[in-house]
């Protein structure tokens, strides 16, 4: 008797139960985050890469030198992050630079 006092009649229904706060929050709409990686070559320098960042992607240099050891070491690396519409110069601006780079 004592165990059906504090048996809790649990409800298995498959209706979700929405929070009408939930509701209200605006749906916001925002444009997808694009990356320009640059890929290892066995041809350009560090320094040149590193002084190429640095104009084509406003890197610091210690920014541009970390990628350029990433790149080396690890045959890619995401150098910028932003709208496609940015990044298309300066990828753009990269090849021109003699150097392998692409936007996804």
Same mark, same amino acid.
């Given at each position: 008797m004592v165990i059906r006092s504090l048996y809790k009649k649990i409800d298995f229904s498959t209706n979700p139960k929405v929070n009408p706060e939930d509701e209200r929050q605006p749906i916001v709409k925002t444009e997808r985050k694009h990356e320009l990686i640059l890929f290892n070559d066995e041809v350009n320098t560090f320094d040149y890469v590193t002084k190429t960042l640095m104009a084509v992607c406003d890197h610091t240099f210690i920014q541009a030198q970390q990628c350029t050891y990433i790149v080396h070491?690890?045959? =890619?690396?995401?150098? =910028?992050?932003?709208?496609? /519409? #940015?990044?298309? /110069? &300066?990828?753009? &601006? $990269?090849? #021109?630079?003699? $150097?392998?780079?692409?936007?996804v």
């Open positions: 070491f690890s045959g =890619k690396c995401v150098v =910028k992050t932003g709208s496609i /519409s #940015d990044l298309e /110069s &300066r990828c753009i &601006r $990269l090849l #021109d630079a003699g $150097l392998t780079a692409e936007i």
